[in-house]
């Protein structure tokens, strides 16, 4: 308040259209592109040269690009593409809600949106991202099943403190998360920005003033193993605590490599009561009691107990056992705090900001990745790319049967450690050049109808060939490959979503 | 809420006076070049949100004296005040609450900064923009619901949908005076110290929201942040309620907040709002009439091969919207 009308600043210039006329543009009919069939596209598109897909979840895929533009030619983006939402049901509001929030925030360790597109052809979304090589989803698992090395220490802290500054930043402005999780937090690869912690995927998050819906309302499904035990036991109302409580079980991720609760996700009845994950919770920090944890008494699935949770009697808890810690330290102090019981008195971003355990050695730093002590620098590989698909991923092919079978080809290929990154400029033909390990995600991405978007063999395939012609050789293939008993991957521990 | 001293609405959607005036002067004259370019001007917009310019028309050029004429920019200004209290009766027979409605017709504003009535049906964009409001605050309602409660096509409601965040540029997140209201409220609870004025403060709370829904029919909120738009509902009610001595308040008000504007300047902002909503201005019987009759021309509906022509040209638009359109006033 108190503010004088400011006149309007300059437009951020972010919004880009499909391809249609601006008003004061008289061209006649702008359809013309619109109806383009798959080999000609769109507008707006042709800035981008697309590199490939790097993932896909619940929302849609997204996809890696280069910008054509001579200032910023190069320049890697992120482009996640929304699926149209159910029939009747307009834009999807998952996609205009991740918008509408982005377009009001700027931090350094949030994700930066750098503009909007709209494909009329189906009506969907493509919000244009900076791109960030790594994210702590990948970069734990690397340290899990590579190095066989637990992360630097300085590492652990710069992420850790890029995390919360980024999170107080939101929760300043009234924003909560609702859905972090190792990958949807980003790490920026080689440049300027080396090392800088972003968080990502505003598709949950909320303004504290809108009324709440549970997330099962919203028909979403999130990972529970960052849930707070508040939301668990039934809490109607979010607070910026249920995202400390998440920050908290990423920080013991990522002292320990694994995750901290990993409850068996109860799928039905829609927004069901989570009897493992909590259990998984009182066995690390033991059992809640009403003096911990007064307002407990008024949580829906406490109260009525029908699986008797009440009665289960934990041991006092081994929390610093469970990380690796000792009882005295600032770390497990700090990671204590962030998993209380009580919102009330769970430790907020700003608060953890100034706690003790960033105040000794090491300290933490903007380059998270790189220590400033010399020590060996860890080369985390670059995201896998497939390179087989196209901008209209979904659209060109209809879903059909899950794939389950993986990449048949890549087997021998060593993944790429960055050092060359992708500069191949928009492999059409040949093999697909990225083909590490990680390729195998998004072949068994096992969501639902997501599969059937995927080409199975990783066989690389012609633009322009129609969507048909695509979906039937993809079938043959399927069978075959089925049929010969080639490929599978062993399951991923964990779907991936982004 | 996030924060308005950062927000997209104080940075990019506050104006001066002249410069709406410059706004509504180009959008005017995109229509009329329109106009004098295909003899149409409502763009067509599709099932899957694209728009375009009308087909030229053969005989425009053929017949000068038959050619549409274009609405002034009063005219236009009359056209979208119907149309906003249209929307504030539509969110009213719905129950929507207050901040459904002012989003929904800041959205409404905001669209015709950037597009004449002549090229937009009001109609279609006030729905659209209850849809999106609806969509934007959480108070989810089908396109379908909303259609079939007004008894008007939803698919119209969904091909608009993108179009309008596209004008909006995606700034969707707009602050409403209300919520403003009530922090004042409390403040003036502290202020008065006695707690014998609650029901005093009631009414007058009550009486500043009224108040605020006059406001947001006239082009302050696209000039004046909330906060002012706020305290000049409250004055004006505190005028017939005296519940408080109003200047005091605003003295107590801004020595709170620190804030380095002088009480001279704030208090002419309020007074420069309190003037908008002397002057608005709805539109007679008479007038509408008028307008309506020149949309029609202007929209190409008045001659019944063009609206066959339209519907065979857009399948989507089915033949109940098009006679509606006919129809409206």
Not at chain 1, 457 to 466: A, E, F, L, T
Not at chain 2, 45 to 71: I, M
Request: proline letters at 6%.
């Amino acid at each position: 308040m108190g503010d004088g009308s400011s006149g309007g600043g300059g437009n951020r210039g972010l919004v880009a259209s499909g391809n249609s006329n601006s008003n004061n543009n008289n061209n006649s009919n702008s359809n013309s592109n619109n109806s383009s069939s798959n080999n000609n596209k769109p507008q707006w598109l042709q800035q981008y040269d697309l590199i490939g897909k790097i993932g896909e979840g619940t929302y849609g895929l997204v996809f890696l690009a280069r910008t054509k533009s001579p200032n910023n030619r190069g320049k890697s983006i992120a482009i996640k593409k929304f699926k149209q939402s159910k029939d009747g049901d307009g834009v999807s509001p998952t996609a205009i809600r991740e918008i509408m929030l982005l377009r009001e925030i700027s931090h350094e360790n949030v994700v930066k949106l750098v503009n909007v597109h709209i494909n009329h052809v189906d009506m969907s979304l493509y919000l244009a991202f900076d791109y960030a090589e790594h994210d702590l989803y990948e970069i734990i698992r690397h340290h899990r099943d590579k190095v066989n090395q637990g992360i630097n220490p300085y590492t652990v802290k710069s992420l850790l403190w890029q995390l919360l500054n980024g999170l107080n930043y939101l929760h300043s402005n009234w924003i909560i998360h609702r859905d972090l999780k190792p990958s949807n937090i980003l790490v920026m690869g080689d440049g300027e920005e080396q090392g800088v912690v972003k968080i990502a995927d505003f598709g949950l998050a909320r303004i504290y003033q809108a009324p709440l819906k549970s997330l099962s309302e919203n028909g979403v499904v999130v990972t529970i193993w960052y849930r707070a035990p508040e939301l668990l036991l039934g809490a109607k109302h979010y607070t910026s605590a249920v995202d400390m409580w998440a920050v908290g079980c990423i920080f013991a991720e990522l002292l320990t490599l694994k995750p901290l609760f990993q409850g068996a996700e109860v799928k039905a009845p829609p927004n069901p009561f989570q009897l493992d994950q909590l259990d998984k919770i009182f066995k690390v920090l033991g059992h809640p009691t009403l003096e911990k944890w007064p307002t407990l008494a008024n949580l829906p699935h406490w109260q009525q107990d029908l699986q008797h949770i009440q009665g289960h009697k934990y041991d006092n808890h081994g929390l610093h056992g469970f990380v690796h810690l000792p009882l005295k330290s600032a770390a497990y102090d700090l990671l204590s705090k962030m998993l209380e019981y009580d919102p009330r008195k769970r430790i907020t971003a700003a608060q953890a900001l100034e706690h003790e355990y960033f105040r000794v050695e090491p300290l933490p730093g903007r380059n998270a990745l790189v220590p400033p002590q010399g020590e060996k620098v860890v080369n985390y590989p670059t995201r896998p790319v497939d390179t087989t698909t196209d901008f209209e991923g979904t659209t060109s092919l209809q879903p059909s049967q899950p794939v389950s079978s993986g990449n048949t080809v890549s087997g021998s290929m060593q993944p790429a450690h960055g050092v060359t990154g992708r500069s191949v400029p928009r492999p059409l033909l040949g093999m697909p050049r990225m083909q590490p390990q990680g390729m195998a995600p998004y072949n068994l991405a096992s969501q639902a109808g997501m599969g059937g978007g995927m080409n199975p063999g990783g066989i690389p395939m012609q633009r322009g060939v129609s969507a048909h012609q695509q979906q039937q050789f993809l079938q043959q293939l399927r069978r075959k490959d089925a049929g010969m008993g080639m490929g599978g991957y062993p399951p991923q521990q964990k779907p991936r979503r982004m | 809420m996030a924060d308005f001293q950062t927000s997209t609405h104080r940075a990019k959607w506050i104006f001066t006076p002249q410069q709406l005036v410059d706004k509504y002067e180009a959008a005017n004259q995109t229509a009329i070049q329109t106009l004098e370019k295909y003899g149409s001007t409502l763009m067509e917009v599709d099932a899957d949100g694209s728009f375009s310019y009308p087909e030229p028309q053969v005989n425009a050029n053929a017949d000068k004296h038959s050619r549409p004429k274009p609405l002034s920019i009063e005219e236009e200004q009359f056209m979208r005040v119907f149309y906003e209290n249209k929307l504030q009766e539509v969110c009213n027979n719905f129950h929507f609450p207050h901040k459904i409605q002012a989003t929904a017709l800041i959205y409404f504003k905001r669209f015709y900064l950037v597009w004449s009535v002549m090229q937009h049906h009001p109609k279609n964009i006030m729905l659209t923009c209850i849809y999106a409001a609806c969509k934007i605050e959480e108070n989810h309602v089908s396109a379908e619901e909303l259609g079939k409660g007004i008894s008007q096509d939803h698919q119209m409601i969904l091909n608009y949908e993108m179009i309008i965040y596209q004008s909006l540029e995606f700034d969707l997140i707009v602050y409403a005076p209300y919520r403003s209201v009530e922090g004042f409220i409390s403040v003036m609870e502290e202020f008065c110290g006695e707690n014998d004025h609650l029901p005093v403060l009631q009414n007058l709370h009550e009486a500043a929201k009224m108040e605020v829904d006059k406001i947001m029919l006239t082009d302050a909120p696209l000039l004046f942040p909330p906060g002012q738009l706020a305290l000049a509902a409250l004055r004006s009610s505190n005028e017939v309620h005296r519940v408080v001595d109003f200047e005091r308040y605003l003295m107590s008000i801004l020595s709170r907040q620190n804030s380095t504007d002088s009480i001279s300047k704030l208090v002419q902002s309020l007074n420069e709002i309190d003037s908008w909503v002397r002057s608005y201005k709805f539109p007679s019987e008479k007038d509408l009439k008028h307008i309506n009759r020149k949309l029609k021309s202007c929209w190409g509906i008045s001659s019944h091969d063009e609206s066959k022509k339209r519907e065979k040209k857009s399948k989507h638009k089915s033949k109940k919207s098009s006679n509606e359109a006919e129809n409206m006033p």
